[in-house]
């Protein structure tokens, strides 16, 4: 007899058994190592059949585990997440049984050169959009399919029909009544198939414009809420002797009668499974089921029984334990039971893995699709990315360029394969053909001094030695052309996660060491220069983003005319005698820096080395500008309400949204007025600071101060109030399965990634905490890109407690509501401090007003999800729902990826509406010298920080006396991007070997950059304002914050 008990094992560093010693269990082999070596002996040839019914040989020693022959499969087939994967056979009693991965291959298969190994499916996890890689889809899609085949998957017509539509549609792509119809006759997805054809027909007429990749998604999607998904009968008999099939899954044990589920025992309520000879015992936990302590089963023999108590210890095990479970001593006499023990990495610990490898795309067939797909391999240990793009140099055009003369040999894929098939190469004109005489080569090192020339010249941006968290978001510009991104955690292949697309690396890195020295030589040293710089910087920023709304989103809502005409005029005449303002300011700030830096033929520099004088008189003619400055608010409020009486113009807004030129949510850019406001007032403050009270500047310093003080005073209400409501109409864009968020009283607090715990173990999930209720929410890879709701929460009446002890789960408290309770469990100590906090204060506010502000979310009708106040669990949807279900995701338009929320998601942190506040008033702009870990040139960028990430751009018009400031330059928009949540930000150590100075070091992880700013002060600047992005804040600061603001 052998029993196991299902405990919970915390997991004391996720991921660390990781880097430890490899595991004698399931493959924890990375596909960037090589496959362990075959021990010594007679190499026997082993056919294994793959998903897609091709057959493969392995040469093995039969003395080699079956661990060694299922991570030489993985290996061959690049595949990353192996665990779900597993190997079958026949064996002499014509039975299909597992291979054990630990034991020999001869003490399992009798003749082994007869055995056809089948390489399947084992684990089939609760979410599909835990599956983080496409090929990991696309081999589970495979399966389904052959499950259908097989009958082992029934369901009802409708749903068989839909899920044949995305297999064929992923085979033949768009439909084409002749096509499919001959394909439908000479493929067989499902028996009976031919009463069907007519439903699959009309149903792939829907799935136009479909990627293999994206159907295969849907069919995931369709698949796991069917009652058989993944299910596997083990025949089985009661103890009244009537027949019944138990079968294993992710949430417990399944009792059928046929295909009909009558019973289950969730995970939570089983104490221990155990088997004697061939009875199968469940017992109960006493406080679960006080009526029935155990249930009996009887199966046909000991060996059926045996297999399906090792295949439930697998499952508990992956699915509900953070790590593997520690084998147990071998006993010194006796043997009691068996001493089976599940082996290798855990459903946790695998998506620990996956989220921090960084990954290449390496293309892989698919055998029936007429399109190639693009998926990744694991470089190295990176941030929190779960998918990496790459791209690499295309074709020359005759506006560029020569391309890099020297790309680095670690970029991994040399090139890439676009939607028309055709091939474009990276070419390095270093690398002459030997046939080609010595003139080619004297010509291609002139070509390639050039180019270089070219690229010192441009400070131009290439592709990163890391695979990192860094967002592309162009495509032009000298020594970056034809950029094909490829990233393939989502199936829509467009735009994606910042966390998930490349770097500009340092393939071109300029290096400008003696250049900036002699720079830095001829600028003045004083502290007020470098003052006065920031306000030109920040103004030069400003200037742009005033000028997305005049410019862009005025061309962007004129083309269709869908801008009501009061709004238009209410937009743009209050806009545009601002820009038209602050052109004139920046002009006149730059004018006295080319003064101050001795740029001029000015003779006497004394009378130009302030900067108070400029801000006084242009601040005071700004004071006429308040008028303006009040109604943003009702701005704000009328354009959403013009958005949501409107379809036609919420499509135009969100498609401006995708522009690359709108590189932050589009409300964002209304508010920039009244944020500069506080720019101005802090810098000032920093002026004043600097300057004793008898300095010439100091008192046209301090009277400029005191203008932009009483203009903050005035609007700093409406500044509050607009900063709220902004963050609601964001949420609720980003969000489905809501209508109601944006109501008159509720206040957003703050919002981040926690682990929710369910029947079906942690659960990623996003929770957002409002004055009133509390949402938690997941994120499908659909091609919107959003959240969807899971339940809502009313916080009056709520206590917390905090709960590790009763769950062995870390940093875990318990929520208890009037009508549920959750467990949830934070990713640190200090974010669950932070969400305690949060959470209490919120309490306290509901319970101040009686719950009267508390009103619960109603689901949106495009939504087509009836929920409850509570959860609703996917089991409890039925088949006939998921038609519904899916086109609510699939009319959904494309969403940006790069938000706050996505970060927070994929960093697994939390973000208050402090910390939002607090970031508003540090912003900063500026040139720095960036260098990569192991790279040995500095590259100059101008680079915006703002909304907690760092923006770069290949450079920003150098001012000059008679150079006047162009909107609609080249770098009207970032090149690329670097959420800056969970980065630590410090000086670099002695192992850095960086032995400049103004150095400071951003990390995360396996991520390493380096910069270098001008001057102690930018330096000293740049490391509070990222400080501020990365160290989050917490109530008290906010408290203080609105009580100290003495505008």
Not at 64 to 75: F, P, Q, R, T, W
């Amino acid at each position: 007899m052998a029993d196991v008990e299902l405990t919970h094992h915390s997991l004391q560093t996720p991921g660390a058994r990781l880097g430890g010693q490899d595991s004698t269990g399931i493959s924890t082999l990375e596909p960037s190592q090589k496959p362990p070596s075959s021990p010594s002996g007679k190499l026997v040839p082993i056919k294994v059949q793959l998903l897609d019914d091709t057959q493969e040989v392995y040469e093995i020693s039969l003395k080699a585990s079956g661990k060694l022959l299922l991570d030489m499969i993985c290996h061959n087939l690049n595949l990353v997440e192996s665990d779900y994967f597993a190997l079958e056979f026949l064996d002499h009693r014509k039975v299909m049984v597992w291979l054990d991965l630990l034991k020999p291959i001869m003490k399992q298969v009798r003749r082994p050169r007869h055995v056809v190994m089948r390489f399947v499916v084992k684990f089939f996890p609760p979410d599909h959009a835990q599956l983080q890689e496409e090929l990991t889809r696309y081999l589970f899609a495979l399966q389904i399919k052959q499950d259908l085949a097989s009958g082992r998957m029934s369901c009802n017509d409708t749903s068989a029909a839909l899920l044949v539509s995305h297999i064929v549609q992923s085979e033949i792509g768009d439909y084409d009544e002749a096509v499919i119809r001959e394909h439908l006759e000479k493929n067989k997805y499902i028996p009976q198939q031919e009463a069907l054809e007519d439903k699959i027909t009309e149903f792939h007429r829907r799935h136009v414009g479909h990627t293999p990749a994206a159907s295969d998604y849907q069919l995931l999607e369709i698949a796991r809420r069917l009652e058989m998904y993944g299910i596997r009968q083990h025949r089985a008999k009661d103890r009244e002797g009537t027949k019944i099939n138990l079968s294993v899954s992710h949430t417990g044990i399944i009792v059928f009668q046929g295909n009909n589920k009558i019973n289950s025992f969730n995970w939570a309520k089983v104490r221990k499974l155990s088997f004697k000879r061939k009875r199968f015992l469940i017992k109960f936990r006493p406080e679960m089921n006080s009526c029935q302590d155990t249930l009996e089963f009887s199966m046909a023999s000991r060996d059926s029984c045996k297999a399906f108590w090792k295949i439930c210890v697998e499952y508990h095990a992956f699915f509900r334990l953070f790590e593997e479970p520690k084998p147990k001593p071998k006993p010194i006499l006796f043997s009691r039971g068996s001493s089976f023990r599940f082996s290798g990495r855990t459903q946790k610990q695998l998506l620990d893995y996956v989220k921090e490898g960084g990954y290449k795309k390496i293309q892989f067939e698919r055998k029936h699709s007429k399109m190639r797909s693009i998926r990744s391999l694991p470089e190295h240990q990176s941030l929190v990315p779960k998918q990496s793009g790459i791209f690499t140099f295309g074709a020359q055009s005759a506006s560029t360029g020569p391309p890099s003369p020297s790309p680095r040999k670690d970029l991994g894929v040399s090139r890439t394969t676009d939607e028309d098939g055709i091939e474009h190469k990276s070419r390095s004109p270093a690398r002459s053909p030997k046939r080609e005489g010595q003139e080619e080569t004297v010509r291609d090192k002139a070509h390639q001094a050039k180019a270089q020339r070219e690229h010192q010249n441009a400070g131009s941006l290439a592709c990163s030695p890391h695979v990192s968290e860094l967002s592309l978001n162009s495509q032009s510009g000298p020594g970056v052309q034809n950029l094909s991104l490829s990233p393939s955690l989502s199936p829509d292949g467009k735009q994606h996660s910042p966390l998930m697309t490349p770097l500009l690396t340092d393939a071109a890195c300029v290096k400008t060491d003696d250049e900036e020295e002699m720079r830095r030589k001829r600028f003045p040293a004083d502290k007020a220069y470098f003052i006065a710089k920031e306000v030109s910087t920040t103004e030069r920023t400003y200037l742009k983003d005033l000028e997305v709304i005049t410019a862009s989103f005025q061309s962007a809502v004129a083309k269709d005319d869908v801008l009501p005409e009061p709004l238009k005029s209410l937009v743009f005449s209050n806009f545009g005698p601002l820009y038209k303002f602050h052109t004139g300011f920046l002009k006149e700030i730059e004018q006295r820096l080319a003064l101050w830096e001795g740029r001029s033929n000015a003779h006497i520099k004394g009378d130009y080395q302030r900067i108070g004088d400029v801000m006084l008189k242009n601040l005071r003619s700004m004071k006429q500008l308040t008028v303006h400055l009040q109604k943003h608010n009702e701005i704000l409020m009328e354009l959403e309400k013009a958005i949501r009486n409107s379809r036609k113009l919420e499509a135009v807004c969100r498609d401006f949204e995708q522009q690359k030129v709108c590189y932050l949510p589009l409300n964002i850019f209304f508010l920039r007025p009244l944020h500069r406001l506080m720019h101005y007032k802090q810098i000032l403050e920093r002026l004043c600071k600097h300057y004793p009270p008898t300095h010439v500047d100091f008192r046209d310093s301090r009277a400029a101060l005191a203008e932009v003080a009483e203009m903050a005073a005035q609007l700093h209400g409406t500044m509050i109030k607009m900063e709220n409501f902004q963050k609601l109409v964001e949420l609720k864009r980003d969000l489905i399965g809501i209508d109601n968020l944006v109501i008159p009283g509720r206040e957003f607090i703050r919002q981040g990634c926690v682990s929710k715990l369910s029947a079906k173990g942690l659960q990623q999930r996003m929770f957002f905490l409002f004055n009133d209720i509390l949402l938690y929410t997941s994120r499908g890879l659909t091609v919107s890109n959003q959240f969807k709701v899971h339940g809502q929460i009313p916080l009056y009446g709520m206590t917390i407690e905090e709960s590790e002890d009763e769950w062995s789960v870390p940093h875990c408290f318990t929520l208890n509501a009037q009508r549920q309770s959750i467990v949830v469990a934070a990713s640190a100590r200090v974010e669950m401090d932070k969400w305690i906090e949060d959470l209490q204060m919120a309490i306290d506010l509901s319970q101040q007003c009686n719950g009267s502000a508390s009103e619960l979310m109603t689901p949106s009708p495009s939504d087509g999800l009836n929920k409850s106040s509570d959860e609703t669990s996917v089991e409890q949807e039925s088949e006939d729902d998921l038609s519904a279900s899916r086109t609510s995701l699939e009319r959904q338009s494309p969403h940006r990826g790069n938000t706050t929320m996505h970060v927070c998601w994929h960093r697994n942190t939390s973000v208050s509406m402090v910390d939002y506040s607090i970031a508003v008033e540090n912003q900063l702009s500026g040139n720095l010298l960036r260098k990569f870990k192991n790279s040995n040139g500095w590259q100059k960028l101008w680079v915006v920080f703002t909304n907690f990430c760092l923006f770069f751009y290949k450079s920003h018009q150098v001012s000059d006396v008679s150079c006047k400031y162009t909107p609609g330059s080249k770098d009207n928009h970032p090149l690329a991007s670097l959420p800056l949540l969970g980065y630590s930000v410090t000086i670099p150590a002695e192992s850095d070997n960086i032995h400049k100075d103004y150095v400071f070091k951003l990390q995360f992880k396996s991520h390493v950059y380096f910069f270098r700013a001008e001057s102690e002060y930018t330096f000293e600047r740049w490391m509070e304002v990222i400080r501020s992005a990365t160290s989050s804040a917490t109530r008290t600061r906010l408290l203080s914050r609105k009580e100290s603001h003495a505008y």
